[in-house]
């Protein structure tokens, strides 16, 4: 792993509020409020500006909002006090935020992908080491406490050395545009849930299998219809560095599922994650040892997908590290990279970058059992 490709931080602990800034204010954009809203009511930050560019949408989002700080360009957000910056438009436009971000001494989160390839991303990591600044890319998947337990269960071989896995996510298809016009691919706006969570378990891929193919056409969005839309479905085998193979199918084109998020077979037993690894509703266990099912209920129920937020703010606050590797999410662009390679090739593709996977089972996030019962799903189990 080469070092600009890490958050690798020690500083002072913090105790004044840290401010965070908004880019982008699209769907996604009420989802980070919930969690700065539970950030704001703690203590731990304040709510910055937030750069919407479509001046005719502020009257709605300030209906839905009121008091909220609407800027029309990205730059009022980067130039004004907040230190962290949380960038939430089209992944077209993220290199370039995230860089006028870093470059305006930002802390930056940012969702997925939080770049076009392998060789972008790892400019913008080595630009976010030089600075000594924090660069968080989504999926956060591998910060839940349900994620982080079934972690725990893998690496202290509950089931045995794990040889096989499977990840699926997917749905009919969104109603935005460039998902379907070559901007995106499954794999890269869904799949990559899947491949995070599964590098987090099982380490890096060293080669991949892939195929695809375009299942709905034509695409209906809307009013608008796409006579020769991109691809819709996507399936890859990996192979992980450890010698586990792993499939993960991600499509926009699947109607509806009912099966674990993830499920891993060992040579000792079986583990599944059940619900989606972005939204883990529990863990089902199977132990030759035991000769039984063992199912547990989520850890945190109240876990939120916009989690590397909340990581990234209280990583300021205490002065440490975040848990968050950014070698990994360029990994994953390279996986992601094969794969296309090998669809079109019809050919295994060698996947060279590595990393070291993060020791997720250290600290209380992911090692607190509970049996209380959630009253209100959106505040965090300790403020019920």
Known sequence: MHPEQTNSRQDPPRRIPIGVGIIGAGS????????????????????????????????????RRPGIKLVPEALDVVSSDVEIVAILTPSGSHPDLIRLALEHGKHVVVEKPFAPNPA??????????????????APFVHLAPTFRALWR????????????????????????LWHHQGEGHPLSEKGIYNLKSLTALLGPVVEILSAENTAVVPRRVG??????????????????????????????????YRRPGLELYGTEGTANLLGDDWDPRGLEIWRNQTQRW???????STWHWTDGLREAVMALWEGRAPLADIGQDIHLLEIIEAARLAA??????????????LALGAGDRGSRPTRLHVHDHTRAEDEQ
């Open 344 to 357: 079109r090739n019809h050919a295994a593709v060698a996947v060279g970058s590595r990393f070291e996977p």
């Open 294 to 300: 063992e199912e547990y209920e989520p850890i945190e």
């Open 223 to 256: 009013d608008t219809v796409i006579e020769n839309p991109a691809c819709d479905v996507s399936h890859i085998i990996v192979r992980h560095d450890s010698g586990a193979l792993t499939s993960i199918v991600s499509s926009n084109a699947i109607q509806r």
């Open 153 to 176: 269960h893998i690496h202290e071989g509950d089931i045995g050395r794990v040889h096989s896995a499977r990840g699926l996510y997917g749905n009919a298809g969104s109603r935005v």
């Open 120 to 137: 972008v991303g790892r400019e913008l990591a080595r630009l976010a080491a030089d600075r000594r600044l924090m660069l968080l890319a």
């Open 28 to 63: 996604v954009m009420w989802a980070y409020l919930d969690i700065l809203d539970r950030l704001v009511a703690r203590g731990y930050c304040t709510s910055g500006p937030i750069c919407a560019r479509r001046r005719e949408n502020w009257p709605s989002l300030l209906a």
